[in-house]
Nanobody
Framework: QVQLVESGGGLVQPGGSLRLSCAAS????????KNWYRQAPGKERELVAT???????KYADSVKGRCIISRDNAKNTVYLQMNSLKPEDTAVYYC?????????????WGQGTQVTVSS
């Protein structure tokens, strides 16, 4: 069974940085696109960044220039480096990936990691 596990969230002051990680485990054949979403209290979940299998990336306008998504295929891990954090970046961050496994192609989500930006 495929699982995604996020880590790296926490409390940081405005202007600070955090690096989120998302490790996939299980009977994985290949990982297609990997995404980071976030959901703030009272708001809808929004796509923050995407990295495709060809390593092309896309970012939400709200984080462009401040975040970098990357992947380590050998470790089945995706990262989100977040810099110059703002209070409005406070949210639960979720990892999402389309993965070919022994169960076929599936859309998987992690449990989420809290990021709080506050002084």
């Amino acid at each position: 069974q495929v699982q995604l596990v996020e880590s790296g969230g926490g409390l940081v002051q405005p202007g600070g940085s955090l690096r989120l990680s998302c490790a996939a485990s299980g009977s994985i054949f290949s990982i297609m696109a990997k995404n980071w979403y976030r959901q703030a209290p009272g708001k809808e979940r929004e796509l923050v960044a995407t990295i495709a299998s060809d390593v092309s990336t896309k970012y939400a306008d709200s984080v462009k220039g401040r975040c970098i998504i990357s992947r380590d295929n050998a470790k089945n891990t995706v990262y989100l480096q977040m810099n110059s954090l703002k209070p409005e970046d406070t949210a639960v961050y979720y990892c999402n990936a389309f993965i070919y496994s022994g169960a076929g192609l599936g859309n998987y989500w992690g449990q989420g990691t809290q990021v709080t930006v506050s002084s």
